[in-house]
């Protein structure tokens, strides 16, 4: 098992870093639910990847992910879970719990923020969001910036 520090997490730093990506300027974007059991990050999976804050300055938490979409430079685009409660935030999809949180907590994902990741910036600690709670993320995703 290997353990990760702040320096050596997965997304963190270099050529494999999970940046910010603007959803408008990303081209058209086919979300797709495609999870497989293949060690391999896959749309509709949970995983686990360094997010930098809102920020931008250097601060982030290594924390579970939505992967939604392939991009065809091989990236993957993705919307970050959150246990905070958001039951009244309209950018925020309650989704419930899972095995991506040890506690058991409810979870929300926020599709105001879309993430880049690189297949070398994730963890392979990933399970499958069932299809009914993903096409709950991707109607909003869809609703929200025009995504199929």
């Known amino acids: 098992m290997t353990t990760y520090t702040d320096e050596n997490v997965p997304g963190r730093y270099g050529p494999h870093a999970t940046t910010e990506a603007d959803p408008r300027e990303v081209g058209r974007v086919r979300t797709e639910y495609s999870p497989a059991h293949d060690g391999d990050p896959d749309p ?60 058991d907590r409810d979870s929300w994902v926020d599709v105001d923020r879309v993430l880049r990741l690189h297949e070398e910036g994730m963890r392979r600690e990933a399970c499958a969001l069932d299809r009914m709670r993903f096409n709950l993320v991707r109607q909003r995703l869809h609703e929200r910036y025009g995504w199929t």
């Open 44 to 103: 509709g999976e949970i995983v686990w990847t360094w997010v930098p804050f809102e920020e931008n300055d250097g601060r982030g938490k290594d924390r579970p992910v939505l992967v939604v979409a392939r991009e065809a430079a091989g990236t993957f685009l993705a919307v970050q879970l959150s246990s905070k409660r958001h039951d009244a935030d309209r950018e925020w999809v309650a989704i419930g719990s899972g095995p991506w949180d040890r506690s």
